[in-house]
């Protein structure tokens, strides 16, 4: 069984640039999370889809994030525009039913607005 | 959301057990503890979860005592490869809102040969 997938793997922008990450959930899984690490900081939570509604977005740091899951597949979260202090890994992860046992967690998109 | 301290690092041997503790002190009634390791350049993975007393499983134990103020992660006979960090989670997970778990700052557990 295919895990989660996340595109790309590595960006390097500019400053001011868009850009759009990419997560592929496990088959199957409803809850979708977004989480990201800046520089030496905690994972702190973005936001939390329940198929393709935003269940919690409490963690969006402002409005140049956005997150979209049409049609409860895929998402992708854009930055636009981009900022120096974007830059870290954003991780994506999927669970079947909530987090209920565990959720499974992509490798992670490493972002650098340079 | 329950808030977690652990130690910001631990030190070990190969073939030595590990016991990682982590503090939840407002932990609530329908929280769960789970525990997840992540290796550089990598995302977390689930390791354990519990809700009390002791889970073990075929890579873990995690140890609750009765009050769930507490709890701990044992690696039995750790390796090189366990050379990683590890998050204690704390949160309703299995309940109605299933929210989302908050990642602390973790304790980075480093293996010597």
């Known amino acids: 069984e295919a895990g989660v997938t996340q595109f790309p793997s590595h960006s390097v922008i500019e400053k001011g640039q868009t850009v759009t990450l990419r997560c592929d959930p496990i088959s199957g899984h409803d809850n979708l999370y977004w989480y990201r690490r800046v520089m030496g900081k905690e994972i702190k939570f973005l936001l939390h889809f329940v198929k393709e509604s935003k269940q919690d977005e409490s963690g969006m740091p402002n409005n140049r994030f956005l997150a979209e899951r049409t049609g409860g597949t895929y998402s992708t979260l854009k930055v636009q525009p981009a900022e120096l202090e974007d830059s870290g890994v954003y991780f994506c992860?999927?669970?079947?039913?909530?987090?209920?046992?565990?959720?499974?967690f992509g490798q992670g998109t490493r972002l650098t607005v340079v | 959301l329950a808030k977690t301290t652990q130690p910001i690092s631990m030190d070990s041997y190969e073939g030595q057990e590990v016991n990682i503790t982590c503090s939840h002190n407002n932990i609530a009634t329908n929280d769960y503890i789970t525990w997840y390791q992540q290796f550089p350049s990598q995302g977390p993975r689930f390791i354990i979860q519990?809700?009390?007393t002791k889970v073990t499983n075929e890579v873990a134990s995690l140890f609750i005592p009765a009050d769930r103020k507490s709890s701990t992660l044992s690696l039995p006979r750790v390796s090189l490869s366990d050379t990683a960090v590890y998050y204690c989670l704390v949160g309703d997970t299995r309940g109605t809102g299933r929210r989302a778990l908050t990642f602390g700052s973790g304790t980075r557990l480093q293996v010597q040969p």
């Open positions: 519990g809700y009390k």
């Open positions: 992860a999927s669970s079947q039913e909530g987090w209920g046992t565990e959720a499974f």
